[in-house]
Each structure stands twice: as C-alpha cells, then as structure tokens.
C-alpha cells in the first residue's frame, strides 16, 4: 500500500512524458537571423523555418483573434520588450505534412529595437491543433548605428504625396558589414519630430570617390556611388522613402559616371555606361537606322 502513490506518480510522469513528446514531434520551429549585425532602424530580419510533423495537412492561425506568430525579445540589459499595440499579423499559413516551409519575418515591425546593442530574440509560433506555442533557440543580434556622410538634407513634400506639405529630412550613412565588407545607406526621417521612418541600404560601397548626393526639382534624392572597382549603382529615391529606379553603371575607358543637374533643377547621369547599355550590341548602341536619320540628309548609296 505504502508503494502504490509512487506507482501512480510514475505513471502521471510517464504519461506527460509521452505526452511532451509527442507535442515536440508535431512542429519543428528554427530561426536564422539574415545577419549578424544590423544598422539601427533598418528591417531586422531573418528566416523562419516550419516543419509539420503531425502526419496531416496543418493550417496555422492565431487564437482567439490573436497571431500566431510572436516573439520574445530582450535588450542589452535583459529587459524584455513588449510589442507595440496595433502591429500587423501575419496571414495564417498552411503546412503540408513533412516539408519545411520558409518565410522571410521582420522581427523590429513590432518590437520596437532603435537602440545600439545586443539584443537575444526567441520565435514563438502558436500550434493550433493542440493549444501550445513552440520556441525556438535564442539568437542574439546586435544593433550598430552608421556615421553619416551625407545630410540631414530637410525637403518639403510636394503635393501628391503621402505627407504632402510637411518636411523630410534625407540622411546617407556608411555602415560595415564585417571587417572589410562597408555598405551605403538611406534613411528618412520626419524634420519635425525625428521619427525614422525608412532605413535601406543603396549597396556595397567604396570609399574611393564619395557619393554624389542631389535633390531634383520634385523633392526626390538622386545618389551615385562606387560599389566596386569601375562600378556604381545610381538610385533615385521619392520623398516618401520609395526607391523610384536604381541603375548600375560602369566606366568606360577614362569616361567616368558623374551626376550633372540644371538650373530647373532636373538631374541626371552623364559619362561612363549603363549596364543596360552594354548589354545592347555594339552596332544597336553607335549606328542609327537608316529610318532614323533626321530628314534632309543625303544617303550614301
């Protein structure tokens, strides 16, 4: 009689043993952050990893209005963060039954991470067929702010725009990726407030020629930099953060690309070549049709 609790113990331990066992082999949950190291106010993102393992095709929701996905995050000195109220959910996702199921998330969309420093994030993701939220392992990420080369730049927001009639503030930084890998970046700010509202980088970037910076007529950021050895990117950038088209040039012979701009106030690329360019076959690029010739010249026979 004495033994007959310990028996019953061992057989509650057993079950929930089982139990917990089987929970663990429904879902597999992994995360890898993109990075190791982010800008401040850039999209600190990485990959999601699910695997379903409950042998049937799984849709994955929140509870009760809830996500279903969530995270827990911790700052340098361990406190943890709370998410900011109103921020988007993921849609809910259906997983077929043993293949793994990617997806890019954005972990500072809705925990706000606009300080320097460490930060050790874990994924959370809700399994509804049994109720529970499984983790994944803590990462740690750490957050570094850029030195600004270029800016604030305070532009008013002509009409049309999202805004229209308040001031934005264009700032360029150099931020590096490792000891030898250095990136360009933008960022948007309101004039007013100081609120941060886009950072993105333009590239790779080489200090041997500085970028070239210049606001057009319409409020928008015309940037050419040097990527690489006789590369550049050219980006044009709207006054709501949008990246209007970006081009990749190359020198061409001692021609090099340079941004020229009127006193209307348009700009625009003049010198080396546009990858676009060199992809168009030499006769295409120096020799015009015949159909094309202005009126008036002779034709030789």
Same mark, same amino acid.
């Given at each position: 009689?004495?033994?007959?609790?310990?028996?019953?113990?061992?057989?509650?331990?057993?079950?929930?043993?089982?139990?917990?066992?089987?929970?663990?082999?429904?879902?597999?949950?992994?995360?890898?952050?993109?990075?190791?190291? /982010?800008?401040?106010?850039?999209?600190? %993102?990485?990959?999601?990893?699910?695997? #379903? +393992?409950?042998?049937?095709?799984?849709?994955?929701?929140?509870?009760?209005?809830?996500?279903?996905?969530?995270?827990?995050?911790?700052?340098?000195?361990?406190?943890?963060?709370?998410?900011?109220?109103?921020?988007?959910?993921?849609?809910?996702?259906?997983?077929?039954?043993?293949?793994?199921?990617?997806?890019?998330?954005?972990?500072? +969309?809705?925990?706000?991470?606009?300080?320097?420093?460490?930060?050790?994030?874990?994924?959370?993701? /809700?399994?509804?067929?049994?109720?529970?939220? /499984?983790? %994944?392992?803590?990462?740690?990420?750490?957050?570094?702010?850029?030195?600004?080369?270029?800016?604030?730049?305070?532009?008013?927001?002509?009409?049309?725009?999202?805004?229209?009639?308040?001031?934005?503030?264009?700032?360029?930084?150099?931020?590096?990726?490792?000891?030898?890998? =250095?990136?360009?970046?933008?960022?948007?700010?309101?004039?007013?407030?100081g609120r941060v509202r886009t950072t993105f980088s333009l590239g790779e970037y080489m200090d041997a020629r500085p970028p070239q910076p210049v606001v057009d007529a319409g409020s928008r950021l015309h940037v050419?930099?040097?990527?690489?050895?006789?590369?550049?990117?050219?980006?044009?950038?709207?006054?709501?953060?949008?990246?209007?088209?970006?081009?990749?040039? =190359?020198?061409?012979?001692?021609?090099?690309?340079?941004?020229?701009? #009127?006193?209307?106030?348009?700009?625009?690329?003049?010198?080396?070549?546009? *990858?676009?360019?060199?992809? %168009?076959?030499? *006769?295409?690029?120096? /020799?015009?049709?015949?159909?094309? +010739?202005?009126?008036?010249?002779?034709?030789?026979?």
């Open positions: 009689m004495r033994t007959r609790p310990a028996a019953i113990s061992l057989l509650w331990l057993g079950a929930f043993l089982l139990v917990a066992g089987s929970a663990r082999a429904q879902l597999d949950v992994g995360f890898e952050f993109d990075k190791k190291t /982010f800008m401040t106010h850039e999209p600190v %993102t990485g990959v999601l990893t699910l695997v #379903n +393992r409950a042998g049937r095709e799984i849709v994955i929701d929140g509870q009760a209005g809830g996500s279903w996905l969530d995270f827990q995050v911790l700052d340098g000195r361990q406190n943890l963060i709370p998410p900011v109220p109103g921020a988007p959910k993921p849609q809910p996702v259906i997983l077929p039954s043993g293949a793994p199921h990617r997806m890019r998330v954005m972990v500072n +969309r809705a925990y706000p991470m606009g300080e320097s420093g460490l930060y050790r994030v874990k994924v959370r993701v /809700f399994f509804p067929p049994i109720g529970r939220h /499984f983790e %994944t392992r803590v990462q740690t990420v750490n957050i570094v702010d850029g030195q600004v080369m270029w800016g604030p730049q305070v532009v008013g927001v002509p009409s049309g725009y999202e805004g229209a009639g308040s001031y934005r503030a264009f700032t360029l930084l150099t931020f590096f990726q490792g000891a030898q890998k =250095r990136s360009l970046y933008f960022r948007l700010s309101d004039h007013d407030t050419l930099h040097m990527a690489a050895p006789q590369q550049y990117f050219y980006t044009v950038i709207d006054p709501t953060g949008n990246v209007v088209t970006q081009t990749a040039y =190359r020198e061409k012979g001692l021609s090099r690309p340079e941004i020229v701009s #009127n006193a209307s106030g348009e700009v625009t690329v003049m010198g080396g070549v546009s *990858e676009s360019e060199m992809a %168009t076959p030499y *006769e295409e690029r120096e /020799f015009r049709k015949l159909s094309e +010739r202005p009126p008036g010249l002779p034709v030789t026979p």
